[in-house]
């Protein structure tokens, strides 16, 4: 009879359900503020890379602006910008310009080349923590690397 007496309550036990709409609905709220976490974060490290991309082709821009004289006028010359002085003038330009958000660092121009018709093209990257995620990233010591090309050519 005692084995029997243990087999109902633990049936009845198990109809009762009173309680498990609150652990599912838990649930379900931590699996969305999840989603949207990774979609916040998703989102801030593609404008970070736009930011970085208006960056590389303003510096793409200014470096193309760095004309000799003697590339204008000399037909001996391949082109009419200095390689030399536009890197020069692009890493500057780089380090002066005022990224919105300060969540990128350690921003470098990877490759820098001129072309026969001044046509300045470089590669810029960077790092950055998105939001809602970078406190972790930055204890973790882990960023997300960008990379940017920027292209301009003196008219």
């Known amino acids: 009879m005692s084995a029997v007496h243990a087999v109902s309550r633990l049936r009845h ?10 652990v ?6 931590v699996v969305i503020l999840m989603v949207m976490a990774m979609g916040g974060a998703v989102t801030g490290v593609h404008l970070e890379r736009n930011g970085l991309q208006h960056a590389a082709d303003t510096a793409a821009l200014a470096a193309s602006q760095a004309l000799t004289p003697e590339g204008i006028y000399d037909d001996q010359v391949n082109s009419a910008v200095s390689p030399t002085q536009a890197r020069q ?12 958000e300060r969540r990128l660092h350690d921003v470098s121009i ?3 080349e001129v072309g026969n018709d001044g046509t300045v093209r470089l590669k810029v990257s960077a790092g950055t923590h998105p939001p809602l995620l970078g406190w972790f990233l930055q204890g ?6 960008l990379q940017v090309t920027g292209q301009a050519r003196a008219s």
């Open 24 to 29: 599912l609905l838990i649930g379900v709220l």
């Open 110 to 112: 990877d490759s820098f």
């Open 89 to 100: 003038i692009a890493a500057e330009h780089l380090a002066e310009y005022p990224f919105s």
């Open 140 to 145: 973790a010591d882990v960023s997300i690397p």
């Open 13 to 22: 036990r198990f109809v009762d359900d009173s309680g498990t709409i609150t």
